[in-house]
C-alpha cells in the first residue's frame, strides 16, 4: 500500500530552483525552439513555446513532444513546417492545429484562439486571436498559461503561473466560473492535474466546480471519457477521485463511486466501502511491477486499476441488513460487472476493454471459495480458463482487494494467494493451462461420432471440454471411448420441449 506521507502537500518549490529548471531543459531543446522560432520569425510571424512543456521544464521534467502557439494561420503554419520537419499531418485544421515531426522531436503548432461553449453546445466555437497573451487568458489554468516567446526565449507570464506552480496549486487566468463557461471539461481537469502533478485545488476554483458541476452534461461521453483514463492513470489518482467526489462532478460522470459511500451507523457497522475502494486502487497500482514482469503490461494499466476502482460497484444495490446486525453484499460482485458494463458502455469505451473490466469485476471474489486450499485441481483449472487472459490483471486486484488492519488477517490471506499461484503455475507446466481445450477437435469428433456440421458437434464440444478440466489431460484413445459411451448415452440428444399449456 501507498505509504500515507505521499499524500502529504510538498513543500513550495524555490523560484531559483525553477529558473534553472526551466534554463536546463531550453538547453536541451535548443536545437528545435531555436531553429523552429528562427523559421516563423523569418516568415514575419510570432512563435512560442506553452502550456505543458513550458510547465514542466519549470518541474524539471523532459519531454520530446512540444506544443507551441503562433500568430500564423494554420495554412502558413503548414508551409514552415512542411519545409522544417521530416512529416507534417493535419491534426485539427479546424482547431488550427498543424502537427509535424524531425527526428525525435514531434511539435504542434496552433494558431493563436480563443474558444468558447454555447451554453446548449457539446463542440466548442473557435475563433482565431491576435495576441499571445489573449491565447494565455483563455487557458485553463495559470500554470498552463506561460509561454517561453521564440527565438529569444522570453518567458511570458502574464497570471502568475510561476508562483503558483512554485507554490503548487491550480488557478485560473480569469474567473472559474468564466473558464468552465468556456470549456467545462476543465473541472475534470482540475481533479487531472492535482493527481498528476499533486497539486491544491485553489478553494474558489473548488467552489466554482461544486456551483457548476451539472455544466459537464454538456461535454460529450468521449472526451470525459479521455479525461477519467488520464487521472486514473495518474501517479496518485486518489485526491483528484476524491476531489471530482466532494465536489459533485463524480455524480454526473461516474455515478457509482460516490455510491460507495454508504450510511453507517452504530447499530450497523461496517467497512466504509468507498475509502477501501480507494485503498484497493493504490494496493493495485503498487501492484503494476507484477504485470510487466509477469505479462508484459506495461504502467500506467488503465483496465486493472479501473477494475479495482468498480469491483464493489454493486455492494449499495445488493446491501442487505441482516437479524443479529451484519451486513452482507451477497452477488454483489455480478450485479457489480452488469453496472460496470452499462457504465462503461455509456462512456464509449471499446469493447475490449468493457470485457477485460468486467470480467475482473465478476470474477473479483472468486479466490475466496479457495478456503485454505480445498479447491480440487479442477477447480483451478476453471479458475484460469474463467480468467483466460486476464489471469494476471485477476491476481493484481484479488491482491489487492485485501485492506484488512489484521496483520494475520492480511499475511494468511496472502499465504493462501501464494498458494494458489504456485498450484496454478504447477498445472500450467504440467497441462499448458494457458490454452485449455479439449483432448478432441471438432473434426476429430465429426469422424467418430459419424455425424456432420451441426449443434452436436458443438455439444460434444463443450462436453469434452469440462471432462477435460475435471481429469486433466487425456490420451486420444481414452477420450475417443469417453465420447462414444457418452453419446451412446444420449449425450447428444436434443433436450424435451417445454409442457404445452
Known amino acids: 500500500m501507498s505509504d500515507p506521507a505521499d499524500s502529504q502537500p510538498a513543500a513550495p518549490l524555490r523560484l531559483v530552483d525553477v529558473q534553472v529548471a526551466v534554463a536546463a531543459e531550453l538547453d536541451r531543446i535548443g536545437e528545435v525552439i531555436d531553429d523552429l522560432g528562427a523559421a516563423f520569425a523569418e516568415a514575419g510571424h510570432e512563435l512560442a513555446l506553452v502550456g505543458g512543456p513550458v510547465r514542466d521544464a519549470m518541474l524539471g521534467r523532459r519531454s520530446n513532444d512540444l506544443d507551441f502557439t503562433t500568430s500564423a494561420r494554420p495554412e502558413q503554419s503548414e508551409r514552415i513546417l512542411r519545409a522544417w520537419g521530416d512529416a507534417w499531418w493535419d491534426m485539427g485544421r479546424a482547431f488550427g492545429t498543424i502537427g509535424a515531426r524531425k527526428g525525435e522531436w514531434v511539435v504542434e503548432v496552433t494558431t493563436y484562439r480563443s474558444e468558447a461553449y454555447d451554453p446548449d453546445s457539446r463542440k466548442p466555437e473557435v475563433e482565431y486571436g491576435d495576441s499571445l497573451a489573449g491565447d494565455l487568458g483563455r487557458r485553463d489554468f495559470t500554470v498552463n498559461a506561460m509561454a517561453i516567446r521564440l527565438p529569444g526565449r522570453e518567458i511570458v507570464d502574464p497570471h502568475g503561473g510561476v508562483l503558483d506552480l512554485a507554490h503548487r496549486v491550480l488557478r485560473t487566468p480569469g474567473t472559474p466560473e468564466q473558464s468552465f463557461s468556456d470549456d467545462p471539461l476543465r473541472m475534470m481537469r482540475a481533479a487531472r492535474f492535482a493527481a498528476q502533478l499533486g497539486f491544491d485545488v485553489d478553494e474558489d476554483v473548488v467552489r466554482a466546480m461544486t456551483e457548476m458541476a451539472g455544466r459537464i452534461e454538456i461535454i460529450s461521453a468521449e472526451r470525459v471519457r479521455d479525461e477519467l483514463v488520464k487521472l486514473i492513470c495518474a501517479p496518485t489518482p486518489r485526491p483528484g477521485l476524491a476531489l471530482l467526489v466532494d465536489t459533485g462532478l463524480a455524480d454526473h460522470v461516474l455515478p457509482e463511486l460516490p455510491a460507495l459511500k454508504l450510511e453507517r451507523d452504530e447499530h450497523h457497522r461496517h467497512k466504509d466501502v468507498y475509502d477501501h475502494t480507494l485503498t484497493v486502487l493504490e494496493q493495485a497500482i503498487d501492484l503494476e511491477p507484477r504485470l510487466a514482469e509477469r505479462a508484459d503490461i506495461t504502467a500506467p494499466d488503465f483496465v486493472s486499476r479501473f477494475a479495482a476502482l468498480m469491483h464493489d460497484v454493486g455492494k449499495p444495490r445488493t446491501r442487505k441488513f441482516t437479524g443479529d446486525g451484519t451486513v452482507t453484499f451477497h452477488h454483489h460482485d455480478v450485479v457489480g460487472a452488469k453496472i ?3 457504465r ?18 465478476e470474477l473479483h471474489l472468486r479466490f475466496h471459495g479457495y478456503g485454505t486450499g480445498e479447491w480440487t485441481d479442477s477447480a483451478v483449472r476453471r479458475y484460469v480458463r474463467d480468467a483466460g487472459d486476464q489471469l494476471e490483471r485477476l491476481h493484481v486486484l484479488t491482491r489487492a482487494d485485501c485492506t484488512t488492519r489484521n496483520k494475520r488477517k492480511a499475511d494468511r490471506l496472502r499465504r493462501t494467494y501464494d498458494d494458489l499461484e504456485a498450484r496454478i503455475e504447477r498445472l500450467a507446466g504440467e497441462e499448458e493451462l494457458a490454452a485449455i481445450r479439449p483432448d478432441l477437435d471438432g473434426n476429430q469428433i465429426m469422424e467418430i461420432l459419424g455425424i456432420g ?5 458443438g455439444t460434444a464440444y463443450k462436453w469434452l471440454l469440462e471432462l477435460r478440466l475435471d481429469n486433466g489431460p487425456m490420451s486420444t484413445e481414452d477420450a475417443t471411448a469417453a465420447l462414444k459411451q457418452w453419446w451412446a448415452a444420449g449425450g447428444g440428444a436434443a433436450p424435451e420441449p417445454p409442457p404445452q399449456d
Open 340 to 342: 460496470t458494463r452499462k
Open 344 to 361: 462503461m458502455r455509456a462512456l464509449k469505451f471499446s469493447n475490449d476493454e468493457v470485457d477485460a473490466v468486467t470480467k475482473l469485476v
Open 453 to 457: 456440421p451441426g449443434r452436436e458437434v
